[in-house]
């Protein structure tokens, strides 16, 4: 029972996580048949998966790793991060400078050297912190770096500091805040109110062919996984363990010798960065990115997504974003008012009745339901105190 | 009356001098001094807000006094002022402390929750890439069977009951190999049974290890059989052998007596 050794890298990851291997089996099936029937039946086809679709479901994909980060940080080590939105949008502004760089002379402006609202705000020259955005490579390491400096300045500060619980998740959410303050303005160079949009390629491909779709989607499957195994590799490792030791009793792990600060620092660092990820994938799905994403009710739904998925799973915080994003989707299309009373009624449902979320409700079925099955059997599992 | 004989050169594990910490005015500790040899086990007891929880925070590096010295020895001789130190390089050097309150790792299990506290490999990417050496895997045995926990080492830390999880933190203190061991009051919700069991364990772990126990449970003081010092408004009332520390008219006068 403790034997942890001596196996393949997979197999420790997986080996006692059944909900994990679904959903990775799930996720590869996905990768190979939407593309599949989007690009190969035709238009009216039974099998015909609208561009439109698939798009939708790559960016709930998108807010699904969104979550696995935050789960990695709440379920796991107790960090409650209301903040969590500015990672995202981060890596996303990250991506769509790239983006805009693409455009190059066939902005509206037909200037070359610079995006259409530079032009617009009669700027000269390209900014500094602009330079580099032209590479896909430099821009690809700004989408981990830049949410992980962010994560490890912030956190440094705040750890060190040894603050912890609502304290936590009320700077996040200043700071999140802040951000959006800072994106708003125009001089801050980076499209002020409207963001960054009207993008044409990524790697010289366009956007608008349903094969770059494709692949973007298939990206997203991809980096959904490896984002559920890098935190399963985590939480499954000793440090995994020490975490836990964090959230459940702080203090012991301190006196146990652990550097408590570091730990936390080390996970939110690698959270913001899966979350940065997710954001540069969104982006070119959606085609904008604008201030509207560090909002601080987009940091609080992401923690909606995983308490109704069942935190402490990472695959519970899959379910829960796309659930939750589906009924988004279904909901502020029909009732468009109704949608931010029932995001909240089920967040207090989900905190009265369901602590564990849906993965918590389907195991007390699964039990129910075995439990009906040897009703006869008496109850001698040897785990009742 | 302790059993461990004195070596003149062999420094204090433990030597506390003038060590004062006040909060908000308020003296907690009022010039405390105390040394505790190698090898030593020395009971503290005294009144509530004598200041015991605070000493233990001090040496622990939790608070920091406003004057003091706190000096402490390692086994290879080095000497460190603790003063200087947190928590985690307080517990790196070479003191573990057990806290009043159970404090274990509930959803963990008591192997894990052992194996967190095995010494070394602190680090993250230690911890990232750890694996259990055939050394630490007896180890854990050892201390599972010196707890007697070893048919509970699967079960979750949380479901044991009260007097297991005083012993399951206990045995996470022994996983340090600490120098120096600060225990607050263990005896708290046990049985007498499981008390005199913690006194049994207690002696024998005394003879690797120093041992500062503070407890109210005046049997249990009585089965370690060993020196004990009286704390009172923050500082040292008396010091000696239970039968002195009974028979002084103060220590009567501040607790026993009441």
Request: proline residues 3%; contains cysteine.
């Given at each position: 029972?403790?034997?942890?050794?001596?196996?393949?890298?997979?197999t420790?990851?997986?080996?006692?996580?059944?909900?994990?291997?679904?959903?990775i089996?799930l996720?590869?099936v996905?990768?190979?048949?939407?593309p599949?029937?989007?690009?190969?039946?035709?238009?009216?086809?039974?099998?015909?998966?609208?561009?439109?679709?698939?798009?939708l479901l790559g960016?709930?994909?998108c807010?699904?790793l969104?979550?696995?980060?935050?789960?990695?940080?709440?379920?796991?080590?107790?960090?409650?991060?209301?903040?969590?939105?500015?990672?995202?949008?981060?890596?996303?502004?990250a991506?769509?400078?790239?983006?805009?760089?693409?455009?190059?002379?066939?902005?509206?402006?037909?200037?070359?050297?610079?995006?259409?609202?530079?032009?617009f705000?009669n700027?000269?020259?390209?900014?500094?912190?602009?330079?580099?955005f032209d590479?896909f490579?430099?821009?690809?390491?700004?989408?981990?770096?830049?949410p992980?400096?962010?994560?490890?300045v912030?956190?440094?500060?705040a750890?060190?500091?040894?603050?912890?619980?609502?304290?936590?998740?009320?700077?996040?959410?200043?700071?999140?805040?802040?951000?959006l303050?800072?994106?708003?303005?125009?001089?801050?160079?980076?499209g002020?109110?409207?963001?960054?949009t009207?993008?044409?390629?990524?790697?010289?491909?366009?956007?608008?062919?349903?094969?770059?779709r494709?692949?973007l989607?298939?990206a997203?499957v991809?980096?959904?996984?490896?984002?559920?195994?890098?935190?399963?590799?985590?939480?499954?490792?000793?440090l995994?363990?020490?975490?836990?030791?964090?959230?459940?009793?702080?203090s012991?792990a301190?006196?146990?010798?652990?550097?408590v600060?570091?730990?936390?620092?080390f996970?939110?660092?690698?959270?913001?960065?899966l979350?940065?990820?997710?954001?540069?994938?969104?982006?070119p799905q959606?085609?904008?990115?604008?201030?509207g994403?560090?909002?601080?009710?987009n940091?609080?739904?992401?923690?909606i997504?995983?308490?109704?998925?069942?935190?402490?799973?990472?695959?519970?915080?899959?379910?829960?974003a796309?659930?939750?994003?589906y009924?988004?989707?279904?909901f502020t299309?029909?009732?468009?008012?109704?949608?931010?009373?029932?995001?909240?009624?089920?967040?207090?449902?989900?905190?009265?009745w369901l602590p564990?979320?849906m993965?918590?409700?389907?195991?007390?079925?699964?039990?129910?339901y075995?439990?009906?099955?040897?009703t006869?059997?008496?109850?001698?599992?040897?785990?009742?105190? | 009356m302790?059993?461990?004989?004195?070596?003149?050169?062999?420094?204090?594990v433990?030597?506390?001098n003038?060590?004062?910490v006040?909060?908000?005015?308020?003296k907690?500790?009022?010039?405390?001094?105390m040394?505790?040899?190698p090898?030593?086990?020395?009971?503290?007891i005294?009144?509530n807000?004598?200041?015991?929880?605070t000493?233990?925070d001090?040496?622990?590096?939790?608070?920091?006094?406003?004057?003091?010295?706190?000096?402490?020895?390692?086994a290879?001789?080095?000497t460190?002022?603790?003063?200087?130190?947190?928590?985690?390089?307080?517990?790196?050097l070479?003191?573990?402390?057990?806290f009043?309150?159970?404090?274990?790792?509930e959803?963990?299990?008591v192997?894990?929750?052992?194996?967190?506290?095995?010494q070394?490999?602190?680090?993250?990417?230690?911890?990232?890439?750890?694996?259990?050496?055939?050394?630490?895997?007896?180890?854990?045995?050892?201390?599972?069977?010196?707890?007697?926990?070893?048919?509970?080492?699967?079960?979750?830390?949380?479901?044991?009951s009260?007097?297991?999880?005083?012993?399951?933190e206990?045995?996470?203190?022994?996983?340090?190999?600490?120098?120096?061991?600060?225990?607050?009051?263990?005896?708290?919700?046990?049985?007498?049974?499981?008390?005199?069991?913690?006194?049994?364990?207690?002696?024998?772990?005394?003879?690797?290890?120093?041992?500062m126990?503070?407890?109210?449970d005046?049997?249990?003081?009585?089965a370690?059989?060993c020196?004990?010092?009286v704390?009172?408004?923050?500082?040292?009332?008396a010091?000696?052998?239970l039968?002195?520390?009974?028979a002084?008219?103060?220590?009567?006068?501040?607790?026993?007596?009441r």
């Amino acid at each position: 029972m403790t034997i942890q050794d001596n196996r393949g890298p997979l197999t420790r990851l997986l080996m006692s996580d059944s909900g994990g291997r679904k959903l990775i089996l799930l996720m590869l099936v996905l990768a190979v048949i939407i593309p599949f029937c989007n690009l190969v039946f035709a238009e009216g086809s039974f099998f015909h998966i609208s561009t439109y679709t698939m798009t939708l479901l790559g960016k709930y994909l998108c807010y699904a790793l969104l979550a696995i980060a935050v789960d990695l940080i709440w379920g796991y080590c107790g960090i409650l991060s209301l903040g969590h939105g500015a990672f995202f949008a981060l890596g996303g502004y990250a991506m769509g400078m790239y983006l805009m760089r693409q455009i190059g002379d066939r902005g509206v402006y037909g200037n070359a050297e610079l995006p259409d609202f530079m032009v617009f705000l009669n700027w000269q020259e390209l900014p500094w912190y602009w330079y580099g955005f032209d590479s896909f490579a430099f821009a690809m390491l700004m989408v981990l770096l830049a949410p992980g400096i962010l994560a490890f300045v912030f956190g440094f500060l705040a750890f060190r500091s040894r603050v912890t619980g609502v304290y936590l998740s009320i700077i996040t959410q200043a700071m999140t805040y802040a951000l959006l303050l800072a994106f708003f303005r125009n001089d801050m160079g980076f499209g002020g109110n409207n963001g960054l949009t009207d993008f044409k390629d990524i790697l010289g491909f366009s956007l608008q062919s349903d094969s770059t779709r494709a692949v973007l989607f298939i990206a997203s499957v991809l980096a959904l996984i490896g984002g559920y195994l890098i935190s399963r590799f985590i939480v499954t490792s000793k440090l995994g363990r020490v975490l836990v030791a964090i959230r459940d009793a702080e203090s012991r792990a301190r006196f146990l010798g652990y550097r408590v600060e570091y730990y936390k620092l080390f996970v939110f660092v690698v959270s913001s960065m899966l979350a940065g990820v997710a954001g540069a994938l969104y982006v070119p799905q959606v085609g904008i990115i604008n201030p509207g994403e560090f909002a601080p009710i987009n940091s609080i739904e992401i923690i909606i997504w995983v308490a109704v998925g069942g935190r402490n799973t990472l695959y519970g915080a899959v379910i829960g974003a796309v659930l939750v994003n589906y009924a988004k989707t279904v909901f502020t299309g029909a009732f468009a008012e109704l949608w931010l009373f029932l995001l909240g009624g089920l967040f207090v449902l989900t905190t009265l009745w369901l602590p564990k979320g849906m993965v918590g409700l389907w195991d007390l079925i699964r039990e129910k339901y075995r439990h009906r099955q040897n009703t006869a059997a008496p109850l001698a599992q040897g785990d009742q105190t | 009356m302790t059993a461990v004989p004195k070596h003149i050169d062999n420094p204090a594990v433990l030597y506390m001098n003038g060590v004062s910490v006040s909060f908000d005015g308020f003296k907690a500790l009022n010039s405390l001094s105390m040394v505790i040899e190698p090898g030593e086990m020395r009971a503290i007891i005294g009144p509530n807000g004598a200041g015991k929880t605070t000493m233990m925070d001090v040496i622990t590096g939790k608070t920091r006094p406003d004057s003091g010295d706190i000096i402490f020895t390692d086994a290879a001789k080095n000497t460190f002022d603790l003063t200087k130190f947190d928590e985690a390089a307080v517990a790196n050097l070479g003191v573990g402390r057990k806290f009043q309150k159970p404090s274990v790792i509930e959803s963990l299990t008591v192997f894990e929750n052992l194996e967190m506290s095995l010494q070394g490999g602190r680090g993250i990417w230690q911890a990232l890439i750890h694996k259990l050496s055939a050394d630490q895997s007896s180890k854990l045995d050892e201390i599972l069977s010196m707890i007697d926990l070893q048919d509970k080492r699967g079960w979750m830390a949380g479901s044991l009951s009260h007097g297991q999880k005083q012993w399951l933190e206990i045995g996470m203190l022994l996983g340090q190999e600490p120098e120096l061991l600060l225990i607050d009051e263990p005896a708290a919700g046990m049985t007498d049974e499981e008390t005199m069991k913690t006194a049994e364990l207690f002696k024998r772990l005394a003879k690797k290890h120093s041992l500062m126990v503070v407890e109210h449970d005046m049997d249990f003081i009585a089965a370690l059989d060993c020196k004990v010092t009286v704390l009172h408004e923050g500082h040292v009332l008396a010091e000696g052998s239970l039968d002195s520390v009974k028979a002084n008219p103060q220590v009567i006068e501040v607790y026993l007596g009441r």
